[in-house]
């Protein structure tokens, strides 16, 4: 398929995928607050000692954005079982990988949405200064893309199963770490203003956002007619 219909699939999915969280609301409504008390009970625990808290921000933030980033997954493919969507996807000839593309693009910008909330909550309560705020957007992006990318490729594959609500974090949590790691410690060099520090992260980033996106397009077709 050639590039511009292949774009034009994935915009076509992608619409869909936001066009029902527009009309549901579920992030806004759900995961922005449930972020949001995840963030406060860190704040609460830590607070005696703010040292800590400003040492524990990136990670803390990232942990909050994964446990968003599964409420979303779970939603999405959820929808899709009750409501046979799935079967619908594998009917319609779109191509899988664009079906892939426009699932993934659709989680991680439901993600930015949800890490730009969290990101001033994070400034709020953790009284953190901002700087290198380039190398946090950026960082922050690619991070995303590699979330939304390996999250709709075992989102897919959980959907089929028994217990999917368990199974889903079971299969994401351990081949995320390497993305939470490095977006963790791109994010300290970037608090910090030591850009030069947080490139190699964010060269790590692209790297394993690349493995999950080409391992997604090549593998999701096969992945939604066995689910």
């Known amino acids: 398929m050639s590039t511009p219909g292949l774009l034009r699939q ?15 609301r579920v992030v806004l409504n759900q995961v922005v607050p ?16 703010r040292g800590v808290l400003r040492a524990a921000a990136p990670g803390l933030f990232w ?6 980033a599964l409420l979303a997954l779970g939603r999405a493919f959820a929808i899709e079982s009750d409501r046979d969507i799935r079967d619908a996807l594998r009917l319609s000839g779109l191509d899988g990988g664009a079906v892939f593309l426009g699932k993934a693009a659709a989680v991680a910008i439901q993600l930015l949405v949800v890490e730009v909330f969290l990101a001033v909550g994070v400034v709020m ?18 991070a995303t893309a590699g979330l939304a990318t390996c999250g709709a490729i075992y989102g897919v594959l959980a959907a089929g199963a028994h217990m999917r609500e ?7 949590l351990p081949v995320t770490a390497p993305v939470l790691l490095s977006a963790t410690r791109a994010w300290e060099a970037g608090l910090e203003g030591v850009a030069a520090d947080a490139w190699p992260w964010i060269g790590l980033l692209a790297v394993f956002t690349a493995i999950y996106t080409s391992l997604g397009f090549i593998a999701f ?7």
């Open 34 to 49: 449930f972020g949001g008390v995840v963030l406060f009970l860190f704040a609460f625990a830590l607070d005696p000692d």
């Open 125 to 142: 309560l953790f009284d953190m200064p901002i700087e290198g705020l380039a190398v946090l957007t950026i960082s922050a992006v690619v």
């Open 10 to 24: 994935s915009a076509l999915v992608a619409g869909k995928d936001l066009r029902i969280e527009g009309r549901s």
């Open 221 to 227: 077709e096969p992945l939604l007619e066995e689910a």
């Open 166 to 172: 368990t199974l889903l974090p079971l299969l994401v």
């Open 63 to 68: 942990v909050t954005v994964l446990l968003a």
